[in-house]
């Protein structure tokens, strides 16, 4: 499938559910938010019809989130599901907490990769920034995942004032576990859509402060990926996910779903196409294409939209 700027569309980002058992202060403010009702979540036989219908559009990657994925019931049969498509790269995104126990299950259904979102090595850090005290219980989820045989990456929303300095912590863990960390920029989205100006600790700023302590080299952005890397001279390559400073939007490749069944062109769109589980795969492809209208060509703008609903 190709949107209106020609880009060819083949990934699929699936939240498959708003719950989460953190409270991330950029996710949600500290009143909480609005979850959608239970009955509103798509079914497992809906998600693997879906994409079904989408792996002959061409659509090759998946990769599940949330919410918190992993408190989604019978997520590795979901996974074998998929799986069973023929879809070869199936990826999720996880905060780890329930990892340790659930690496090896994902491996074995065909998982291959996972993102943990680590923001802190100190407790009280990372208390600050998910409400919850986790970070050696999310570390311990990580090695699992190490053993498993999965391909992890290490996840880190840098905040100003709240977490800038865990950065060379977080670099320092992702060194003696040999795996790929990157720093995202926090993003203009759902309670900070109209303050994350004051959060933002840009890519500029990331690098500053990894340049006091390393030499590194840039190796740039690959293709359609969102994070760009650069190699320290002791080998380790770190990246930044620059969706503010650099925005990478020319590149996109990719439709979401949300947990309701809304099917979203962009995380900057506020105007959710239902995908009704009572119409069928004509409607459903039409439905696809007008998604795909929601593309645009460059400028993250940010929206009213929690990532927690959308899908990070
Ligand atoms: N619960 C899973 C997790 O924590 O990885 C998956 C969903 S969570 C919404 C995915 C990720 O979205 C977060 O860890 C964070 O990296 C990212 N995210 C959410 N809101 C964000 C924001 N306003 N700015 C930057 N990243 C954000």
Redesign the pocket.
Known sequence: MRDSFDREIHYLRV?LTDR?N?R?V??MPEKGVVFHPHGNHLSDEELVRLIRIMAPLGFDRIRL?????LLYPGLAALVRGIRDLGIPAIKL????FLLERQAIPLKEAGLVSV???L?AVDEDVFYRMSRRHAAERVIRGIDAALDAGLDVKI???IMRGVNDGQILPLLDLASSRHCCIRY???????H?HDQ?EKYLFSQKDILSVIATRHKFRPLGRSGSATASYWQTDEGLRFGV?A?ETEPFCRDCDRLRLDSSGNIYGCLSSNHPILLDNKEDETKWTEKLQQALLQKQALRFTGSDL???HI??
Not at 93 to 96: A, D, I, M
Not at 184 to 190: D, F, I, K, S, T
Request: proline share 3%; net charge negative; charged share 10%.
């Open positions: 939240s989460c953190y991330c950029y996710c989130t949330g919410g918190e994925p995104t996880t905060n780890g993102n943990v979102s923001d996840n880190a929303v995202l920029e926090v993003m203009a989205m759902g900070l994350a996910i969706n929690s990532m927690l899908g990070g």
